[in-house]
């Protein structure tokens, strides 16, 4: 490709809202540019770099037995109506009605398509396994779209589903899948960590995230060193101190004027966090046949602790959940900043499983400057839910062995899902087994997004300057950059071009007539692996100058050997990468 002809053009500067630097570096090097928020155009060179990963994302599921097909991202209601997520999904899912008034949506994903055809083609257990895949538009309607490509709302996804007999079968193809995207992700040169995660939309048994490792990350990670536990934030399990015991004491008003706060609690008190228990007040939005039904919500987590809404999220089954408002709070008979679950009656109270195991513990007594002492569950009050919904913290006790945990920050790359019989069941996918017994399909759901891994390679692999792609994801393989107007270097430069791309080397060529300076900016910024100067100072020196975008190094190398040279150099470069790619023991 010859720069001269290239539709895209470099900035000096970034766009005012690209704050991260992969968002600035791939809008100044022509590779984005933004359309609205959260949605973008992936120009000429993102789309070669989109390519190449998208590949990788090809022969790995390849390789592990998939077969590639493609789904619509324009799917009628009816079929997410059957799994229910048409009416457990909120705002994030894009509905809307065609010409006929029949209710449409732009998919986020595609179990209820991969179901619909299932239960149409599957019909006995000689047909499995299967597994399938497509590489697809999808949008989410998200409220919040930042950082580039980190967190979009039209995006383009891998998104793998297998079709198994029984668990056993799907424990199989869930491993696969779990090497295969360690696999995708170290060829693209980035390290990754699997970790559990919630289930969430998606339902089923187990899930794990692929996680990059990075400070500008949105997803809190609990990770402890001494034993490889691993977690998401929100699902992260943690060792609870349990208190010792005591004789439950009677329960006693006391005043405590201007202390609506724990902290301000415990000062006038004289007591510690841990033994008082923080009532949050939240307003749920739940699913009750086929209605979304606004449900008032309690929570309890001691003081010392916070609370985790994923956790609350998953216990009260909610789609949505949101603080209640001053007068919601107050309308249930409870003062804000002094309330508590005693004394109330026909509301949803969810207490974490500690509580149940901390005696006597202070909690509000419905009135403005007053609380209870000696609050205890079961004798004071009925809680409809325990569980755990306290959230890990950076130093929180490991569940498995103990030691503190370190919180990281991360992104998600990709996450595998145990889907069981969640939507076979729900949608009839049903098939034979060997004794002619209908069974449901055992299903699993998987999927990696393009952009984002695009991103965060850009992340991962850059300077002062600007990009520097790992040789499997570059647009290209070598940048020429001709220097001055003089016959010769022209000559030597319009030759190496086309040598290189009839030796099948992918070559982006610096044609302009701009100053050295913009060219070797532009080279720098659009960070491709190899450059190859051209100009009538190397060719002098006896050749031409290899320098490769990671290193200081320049090199003058004989014209006759530089197409040898450069392939050797683009082999070593595959091989850097190459031995990356592991066998990873896999975690549960």
């Given amino acids: 490709m010859r720069m001269s002809k290239m539709f895209s053009q470099t900035l000096r500067e970034a766009p005012s809202d690209a704050q991260i630097i992969s968002h600035q570096l791939l809008e100044r090097a022509g590779f984005i540019r933004q359309l609205a928020a959260g949605i973008f155009s992936y120009m000429p060179l993102a789309k070669r770099s989109l390519t190449k990963i998208e590949n990788i994302m090809r022969e790995e599921i390849n390789a592990i037995g998939g077969q590639e097909m493609t789904m619509p991202v324009t799917n009628p209601a009816s079929i997410w109506q059957e799994t229910r997520r048409w009416y457990q999904i909120g705002g994030e899912m894009a509905r809307f009605k065609d010409r006929n008034d029949r209710d449409m949506l732009l998919a986020m994903t595609h179990e209820e398509v991969v179901s619909d055809l299932t239960r149409k083609e599957i019909r006995s257990y000689r047909q499995l396994p299967q597994l399938i895949y497509h590489i697809q ?34 424990d199989k193809q869930y491993r696969a899948h779990y090497q295969a995207y360690f696999n995708i992700f170290h060829r693209c040169g980035l390290p990754v960590i699997a970790i559990g995660s919630d289930v969430g939309m998606m339902g089923g048994s187990m899930a794990h995230e692929f996680m990059y490792l990075t400070p500008i990350g949105e997803d809190s990670l609990l990770l402890c060193d001494k034993c490889g536990y691993k977690a998401n934030r929100q699902v992260a399990r943690f060792k609870k101190p349990v208190p010792p015991k005591e004789e439950l004491k009677p329960m006693e008003k006391v005043a405590t004027p201007d202390a609506s706060t724990i902290d301000e609690l415990c000062q006038f008190l004289n007591i510690p966090p841990e033994k ?35 956790k609350l999220t998953n216990a009260v089954k909610a789609k949505n959940l949101v603080p209640a408002l001053d007068e919601e709070i107050r309308a249930r008979g409870i003062e804000p900043g002094y309330g508590s679950p005693v004394g109330v009656k026909d509301i949803l109270v969810v207490v974490d499983d500690i509580i149940p195991q901390s005696p006597n513990l202070v909690g509000g007594a419905n009135e403005e400057g007053y609380h209870l002492l000696n609050v205890n569950v079961d004798r004071d009050f009925k809680p409809s839910i325990v569980c755990d919904i306290a959230a890990a913290e950076d130093g929180s006790h490991c569940p498995q062995c103990g030691a503190a945990m370190r919180m990281s920050r ?37 999927g990696i997004g393009s952009g984002r891994l ?31 107007k003089e016959e010769e270097p022209t000559k030597n430069a319009e030759k190496l071009y086309n040598e290189l791309q009839a030796q099948g080397v992918e070559v982006l060529y610096d044609d302009r007539y701009e100053q050295p300076g913009v060219k070797f900016t532009d080279a720098d910024l659009i960070g491709l692996p190899l450059r190859l100067t051209v100009s009538s100072r190397a060719l002098k020196k006896g050749g031409v100058e290899l320098k490769r975008r990671s290193a200081k190094e320049i090199t003058i190398v004989p014209l006759d050997k530089i197409v040898e040279t450069v392939k050797s150099e683009i082999t070593a470069l595959k091989k850097e990468i190459t031995d990356k790619v592991i066998e990873i023991p896999f975690e549960n």
């Avoid at 086929?290 to 916070?306: T, Y």
């Avoid at 069941?425 to 299903?443: A, R, S």
């Avoid at 990009?467 to 290209?476: F, S």
């Fill in 137 to 170: 538009t999808k949008f989410r309607d998200d409220p919040r779209p930042r950082a580039g490509l980190i967190r979009v709302r039209e995006f383009t996804m891998k998104d793998s589903y297998t079709l198994d007999a029984d668990e056993q079968g799907l």
């Fill in 276 to 310: 008082t228990a923080k009532a949050l007040f939240m307003m749920a939005t739940v699913s009750e046949n086929d209605q979304d039904v606004e449900k008032f919500v309690l929570a309890i987590v001691r003081g010392d602790m916070e609370l985790n809404e994923t």
């Fill in 410 to 446: 991360g992104i998600e790359l990709g996450n595998i899902f145990k889907l069981g019989t969640r939507y076979s069941e729900t949608m009839g996918c049903m098939f034979l087994d060997k004794d002619g017994k209908k069974k449901p399909i055992v299903m699993g759901s998987y």
């Fill in 454 to 484: 695009l991103a965060s390679v850009a992340e991962e692999y850059n300077d002062e300057n600007g990009l520097i792609w790992p040789i499997t994801a570059a647009p290209y393989h070598v940048h020429i950059v001709l220097i001055g």
